[in-house]
Every structure is written in C-alpha cells, then in structure tokens.
C-alpha cells in the first residue's frame, strides 16, 4: 500500500515557468517530507525538506508547501530551467520510524527550452 | 569528495547464483540502507543499519541479506536470486538524527534470469 503517492508520472514545462510538483501521503504520523531529484543512470539527490511544524520552506529558486490537513506538499520551482529536467521524488518519514524514508514513485519534470 | 560508492553498476546473473553487492561510504556516517527502485512502486527500503554489528529489516527484505561489519561498508547479498529481484538498487548513508537526508550511492541495475 503507497503510503506517499505522486499521481502525475510527467510534467512538461516551459523555460522560465513555474513548475509545481505535487504529492499528497496517506500516513498522518508523518512529520517531515523531502523532495529528491534524480537523474539518468545517479543516484537520488537532495533537494529540499520541511517539517510539519512549517507550512512552507524556501531555498533559492525551490519552495515546498505542506498542508497537514489535506495530507499534502507540492514543490514549486521558479523560474524553471533546463538543468531542472529530472526525475522528482517526494519522501516522507515518521518520527517513530525514521529509520525508514518513504517514497513516492516520481514525477518526470521537462523543462522545454 | 563525499561521495556513497556501489559495486558492480551493472550485472546481469542467472537464477539461484550468489552474488554481492558492495557498498562503501566516506563520509563516516553511521546509518546506511539498501532500497529497490521498480516501475509504478517508487523507492522501497531493503534493510538498514544504524551502526556496525546492527542491522534491521526494512520493507522488502526477503531474499536478501546484509552485514556491517565496519562502519563504511554495507553490502547486499542476494544467496539465491530470483527473476522478481530484477531491479535498481541503491545504497544510501547519513549521519545520526533522524531526519538528516541520505546521500545515495549511483545505483546497482541488476537482471535475473
């Protein structure tokens, strides 16, 4: 059972738009998400995290939103760049389990020049 | 550089051969974990390790095991593989607290035959 689902395999968007990454979990003891990007043939990186004290962090061009009441976070990237073009996951643990991360099953972002 | 490192990147065996996956971090961390990436189910942890000589089973640990017998290495093994193990595989470290994020290693693609 998908405890951290992302229902959108790909996004296609414009160079200099925004591009909003979207994740919703079904587990409410999760209490702080991360945002890996991946590309081809690397392992995950880091991105971005919150903690459900937040309701939005920032970092650079990157912010990730989190509403506890609807189980949901998104990730916003502005402006989109080329570079951005990857393989997005939203992970989630639970302060109770944090030896495990769980894992959506990744967005596809396109960044069109 | 700070880097997880795997061995081998490829390898393609036949059902029933036993085999290892190496995995060496540098970064002196003392958590590490094996997760399997399959289409349509994201990232799933195998098994994990919170130090040298402690392991646990994540998600998904039938048919493999692990060791920690130093603390910058932790490798999979896979005594009898079967074709359902067919899949990406990718180590991971962090340090201690439990919402560090992990660094992954580049991924090990495996096929079973």
């Not at chain 1, 991946?38 to 004290?53: H, V």
């Not at chain 1, 080329?82 to 991360?101: E, K, M, R």
Request: aromatic content about 12%; some cysteine.
């Amino acid at each position: 059972d998908q405890q951290v689902k992302q229902n959108s395999p790909s996004l296609s968007v414009q160079e200099g738009r925004i591009s909003i990454l979207n994740c919703d979990y079904t587990n409410s003891m999760f209490d702080y998400f991360l945002w890996y990007k991946k590309y081809p043939a690397e392992g995950p990186t880091f991105l971005i995290s919150i903690s459900s004290i937040k309701d939005k962090n920032e970092d650079g061009r990157f912010t990730v939103f989190l509403n506890k009441s609807a189980k949901h976070l998104s990730l916003h990237i502005v402006p989109s760049q080329p570079g951005d073009s990857a393989v997005y996951f939203c992970a989630a643990s639970a302060q109770t389990g944090a030896n495990n991360l769980f894992f959506g099953t990744g967005t596809r972002l396109t960044v069109i020049p | 550089e700070a880097q997880v490192t795997q061995n081998p990147r490829y390898l393609i065996t036949v059902t029933g051969k036993k085999l290892t996956v190496t995995c060496s971090q540098n970064m002196n961390h003392e958590y590490m974990s094996w997760y399997r990436q399959d289409p349509g189910l994201g990232l799933r942890q195998i098994y994990y390790s919170m130090n040298v000589e402690v392991t646990d089973k994540g998600d998904v640990p039938e048919g493999y095991k692990v060791s920690r017998k130093e603390k910058r290495n932790f490798p999979l093994i896979l005594e009898s593989p079967s074709p359902n193990q067919t899949s990406l595989y990718f180590c991971a470290s962090r340090s201690t607290g439990a919402y560090n994020e992990q660094f992954f290693g580049p991924g090990t693609r495996l096929t079973v035959l």
